[in-house]
């Protein structure tokens, strides 16, 4: 089984890596699954599971490079540092998706459930509530999320992969 215990799900996903540009009808498949078939597919799951503790650590601050990198392009592409000059729309799109492939694939390399803890994170936003933040101008009049008094926070305390313990 490449990435599901469910049969029909397996055959989904299997029929997917065979022919990733298949019409889907809809049925599409998480970033992280996506993130999945391309570390299996270059072996790179493999290699993960025969790092030790140390070697994780170093590759975990590796990948927190990387992220950082694409932060690093996105505000160049964006022209932060030179506000008079247009944004670059094709590097920032890119840089924006290389951010995600890097934390998707992170949480994916480490066996973090990336879609569990997704929803974990996506739940507790969608219990705050509509508010101004005082403590952060919001010069857009976008509404803030708020956290009510009784909103609680994600919980990922079974859904810590091999971060546990490096």
Same mark, same amino acid.
């Given at each position: 089984m490449?990435?599901?215990?469910?049969?029909?799900?397996?055959?989904?996903?299997?029929?997917?890596?065979?022919?990733?540009?298949?019409?889907r009808k809809?049925?599409g498949?998480?970033?992280?699954?996506?993130?999945?078939?391309? =570390?299996?597919?270059f072996?790179?799951?493999?290699? @993960?599971?025969?790092?030790?503790?140390?070697t994780l650590?170093k590759?975990?601050?590796?990948? @927190?490079?990387c992220i950082?990198?694409?932060?690093?392009e996105?505000?160049?592409?964006?022209?932060?540092?030179?506000?008079?000059?247009?944004? /670059?729309?094709?590097?920032?799109?890119d840089?924006?998706? /290389? @951010?995600?492939?890097f934390a998707i694939?992170?949480?994916?390399l480490?066996?973090?459930?990336? /879609?569990k803890?997704?929803?974990?994170?996506f739940d507790?936003?969608?219990?705050?509530?509509?508010?101004i933040k005082?403590?952060?101008?919001?010069?857009?009049g976008?509404p803030?999320?708020?956290?009510p008094?009784?909103?609680?926070p994600?919980?990922h305390e079974?859904n =810590?992969?091999?971060?546990?313990?490096?």
């Open positions: 490449l990435y599901s215990t469910d049969k029909e799900e397996e055959k989904r996903l299997q029929e997917y890596y065979d022919n990733p540009n298949a019409e809809g049925r498949i998480s970033w992280a699954t996506h993130m999945a078939m391309m =570390h299996h597919q072996n790179v799951d493999k290699s @993960i599971k025969e790092m030790d503790k140390e650590k590759f975990l601050h590796f990948r @927190i490079a950082q990198e694409e932060v690093d996105l505000k160049g592409a964006a022209k932060t540092l030179l506000p008079q000059l247009d944004c /670059d729309p094709e590097e920032v799109v840089a924006l998706i /290389d @951010i995600c492939v694939g992170t949480l994916d480490f066996g973090v459930d990336a /879609d803890a997704w929803k974990e994170v507790a936003n969608m219990a705050k509530e509509v508010g005082k403590e952060r101008p919001n010069p857009y976008l803030d999320l708020i956290k008094d009784d909103w609680e994600p919980c079974d =810590h992969g091999k971060f546990e313990g490096i």
